[in-house]
């Protein structure tokens, strides 16, 4: 039989347990984490930009002739040991094996690349070969702007201790050459002469009592780079951001990779430990910090150079071209071709209009020159009689106009009297101002040329130019004919040529 006492008792110790460890697991459960005294905490958000993170360049050099301007390096043995990563442009120091200087205190630029292991640079080398033990160097420098936020306030006296990885086993963590190494870890940065003037630290959060003349340690063979940056006159409280710059223009040098154990593409990855301290130097707040330096990307293309010259003609029965508007009697051109048609009404103006457009990339741009084979002659005759330049109707041409009073091929006048015969041109631009002369030029209404004559030796002339590339710039090239009564009957024709050139 059950012992209905011993029972109860039994269950009433049960309920009693159960509510003593439900209580204790609520309070566990709710109880706020305390820091043990000496223990720190991690930034958030912390982290380490560089304005420039391309590894340096440090080969050997296999031969460099004197008086040469090709530099042949050695391909075993360095950081690096191809032309891979160097690239046009580099400005590059051709240093001695001590890293005393450069040859001839003089810096080179990369012109191009060879091969994998031979470049061209301008200037050429003096009198004076390289040595077999001698660098080829092309520095990168870089700003580093340390962020982070407080986990913990930073008191009257305390400081920010930055470690900036600049270990070199040479002891020269301060020559401005970048440093190399077989590993990570006995390798890095090489100050490059940064001072406390290259060194400022901002505040978010709290007031920027920092002092401005950041304390270095300068770092050697066995020890990194420091900085102290001390809290001058009150704390920085806790959530506040704070924000270090370090370095300037070519001060802090990126390191060369490593030389054992680097794969081209893969980043060689570098420790940067930031801390806060309190007045006693007793740690608060840290972070290590990774940044990765690794090689730049030659992105290259060769553009192919262009030039497009389009003539085309002009049929439309209305619209303004130099001043002049066409109807149903204008005479449509073609791009081959200006159809005068049959002469009937003399002393009196024809013109026609054809379209020029230029596109090309030429960093120096293009000039369209015009000229005409000879005047216009009967049957296609030479018009030389009495001169190439003066012959008329009287030798059975049509002469080049003189305009109102007197052009040329290399100057224009007006040209509005019917009683001044003969062929010219004028120019209007559509888009663009590349037109040589234009028709309204001088307040004039129809301001002429003649065209260059070879027949006559005349120098051709730009009808269009510019001095940089252009995209479809376009102007009319406007013909004008005036006949005389007493012109011979007959065919009349000359050959007008244009020659675009592009200056790349």
Request: charged share 15%.
């Amino acid at each position: 039989m059950y012992d209905i006492n011993s029972m109860v008792k039994k269950t009433r110790k049960l309920i009693l347990c159960l509510f003593i460890f439900g209580q204790m697991g609520f309070f566990y459960f709710f109880k706020l984490p305390t820091l043990i005294p000496g223990e720190t905490a991690n930034f958030t958000n912390a982290s380490d930009t560089l304005s420039n993170a391309r590894l340096s360049y440090r080969a050997g050099v296999n031969t460099g002739a004197a008086s040469s301007s090709t530099v042949k390096i050695d391909t075993s043995g360095h950081a690096d040991n191809d032309t891979n990563h160097l690239f046009p442009k580099d400005v590059v120091c051709f240093a001695g094996g001590n890293l005393d200087g450069c040859y001839s205190q003089s810096l080179y630029t990369v012109a191009n690349i060879i091969d994998t292991d031979d470049f061209n640079f301008t200037p050429a080398l003096g009198g004076t070969a390289l040595d077999a033990n001698d660098y080829v160097i092309a520095s990168q420098s870089a700003i580093h702007t340390v962020a982070f936020t407080l986990a913990s306030a930073v008191p009257l006296d305390g400081d920010i201790l930055i470690t900036i990885p600049t270990v070199d086993i040479t002891g020269k963590t301060n020559d401005s050459f970048p440093d190399t190494n077989s590993s990570i870890a006995t390798n890095g940065f090489d100050r490059g002469g940064v001072v406390a003037a290259d060194v400022s630290t901002s505040s978010s959060g709290c007031t920027n009592n920092w002092n401005s003349t950041e304390t270095f340690t300068n770092g050697d063979a066995s020890n990194d780079m420091t900085i102290r940056i001390d809290r001058n006159t009150d704390s920085c409280a806790a959530g506040a951001t704070i924000t270090v710059t370090v370095g300037s223009t070519n001060k802090l040098i990126n390191p060369a990779p490593i030389s054992t154990g680097h794969t081209q593409g893969n980043a060689d990855v570098y420790t940067i430990n930031v801390k806060t301290r309190d007045g006693s130097d007793q740690t608060l707040d840290q972070s290590n910090i990774k940044v990765a330096v690794i090689e730049g990307v030659l992105v290259s293309a060769t553009v192919q150079e262009t030039l497009t010259v389009t003539v085309a003609g002009v049929s439309a029965d209305s619209g303004s071209y130099c001043g002049v508007t066409r109807d149903a009697s204008s005479p449509d051109s073609t791009a081959t071709s200006v159809p005068w048609g049959t002469i009937t009404t003399f002393a009196a103006f024809r013109n026609a209009v054809q379209t020029v457009t230029v596109s090309t990339n030429a960093d120096a741009g293009y000039s369209v020159k015009a000229e005409e084979n000879d005047q216009m002659g009967k049957d296609g005759k030479t018009c030389n009689s009495p001169t190439a330049d003066t012959a008329d109707e009287t030798d059975s041409c049509i002469q080049d106009t003189t305009c109102n009073t007197l052009c040329s091929e290399s100057s224009s006048d007006e040209w509005t009297t019917t009683t001044k015969y003969g062929l010219g041109f004028s120019m209007a631009n559509v888009s663009g101002t590349d037109a040589s002369f234009l028709y309204n030029e001088s307040a004039r209404t129809f301001s002429s040329r003649q065209f260059a004559d070879q027949q006559a030796s005349n120098t051709k002339q730009n009808i269009m130019a510019n001095g940089g590339p252009v995209a479809a710039s376009q102007a009319y090239l406007c013909y004008r004919l005036n006949v005389s009564a007493t012109q011979p009957a007959g065919y009349y024709y000359n050959k007008v040529q244009m020659t675009a050139t592009a200056t790349f």
